[in-house]
């Protein structure tokens, strides 16, 4: 940890792909902001990422890093947290890999409340493979393999969370650039799994869920709602409002315990020792 880095100390010499505009650029510089105002360095710092346009993340962002496969960041994610429990842990998606394919595993993660933060970057469509519907999308969204929509409802990621047993949960978007940072500050410095669901616009295949809509749209809880995140009862209600779109931390469990440290999970694991455990050989034979 240390008090001297600067949000530009995470930023790589890569130049990122994503469209003019996209909305993950200032999810990533939140990220970055979050990262150093909470007094974390790359070289301790491991990023995983999934599939999609936000999966080249890890390649903008100066740290550890690894470019997993689709849906399975979190996997990934938890076993570097179990192996290097000083490290902190960044894993990020977006909303087709971590609610589709991935959802399994997001379940998990978040029950076992692992002690990472998980970025999703929630454009309501599938960017890189040109436009299709994806889980977030709104049930009459009209795309090129969805002409009359997709005509079922939309997940509500925050809801799968809060059902899971999840002791973080938050929603930001990634134009309001203060906001946005805070928020996932917020998630990093929580003693467990730190979701956040971002708004985060796709400017080429989605132009309804678009940067003014948000604008026009959003509702944030600390600042218009005086809401109580430790309120299980409250943030509920607010997850199950389908009728707005709600930024700030919905729910945060003041008593939790990461995963590690209920498991005792609290040296160094990533040094193997020379030779095989005595007696693995025996087994090996027995089954084999």
């Not at 049930?139 to 899971?164: I, M, R, Y």
Request: charged share 25%; aromatic share 10%; glycine share 10%.
């Amino acid at each position: 940890m240390s008090s001297d880095v600067r949000f530009t100390d995470f930023k790589s010499d890569k130049q990122p792909t994503w469209c003019p505009g996209c909305g993950d650029f200032g999810t990533m510089n939140g990220m970055m902001k979050a990262l150093a105002n909470t007094g974390n360095d790359p070289d301790n710092t491991f990023v995983v990422a999934g599939i999609g346009c936000s999966g080249k993340i890890g390649t903008y962002m100066h740290s550890y890093a690894l470019h997993g496969v689709h849906g399975r960041a979190l996997p990934v994610g938890t076993g570097v947290k179990m192996a290097r429990p000083d490290v902190e842990v960044m894993v990020a998606g977006g909303d087709g890999d971590g609610y589709s394919i991935g959802a399994g595993h997001f379940v998990h993660a978040v029950r076992r409340n692992v002690d990472m933060t998980y970025v999703v970057m929630d454009n309501r469509i599938y960017g890189l493979t040109k436009g299709q519907a994806s889980p977030t999308s709104r049930s009459d969204f009209e795309t090129s393999t969805t002409p009359e929509g997709p005509k079922q409802p939309p997940v509500n990621p925050l809801a799968l969370a809060l059902a899971s047993g999840a002791s973080f949960i938050a929603q930001s978007f990634s134009s309001d650039a203060m906001r946005h940072a805070e928020i996932v500050e917020k998630a990093i410095e929580h003693d467990g799994f730190g979701f956040v669901n971002v708004f985060s616009p796709c400017v080429t295949f989605n132009d309804v869920d678009t940067y003014d809509y948000f604008r026009d749209s959003l509702v944030d809880l600390q600042e218009d709602e005086d809401h109580d995140p430790h309120d299980y009862e409250a943030a509920k209600e607010v997850i199950l409002d389908s009728e707005k779109e709600y930024q700030g931390v919905m729910y945060q469990d003041e008593n939790s315990v990461p995963y590690h440290e209920k498991h005792g999970v609290t040296e160094d694991m990533s040094e193997i020792p020379d030779g095989a455990p005595e007696d693995a050989m025996d087994l090996v034979r027995e089954f084999y």
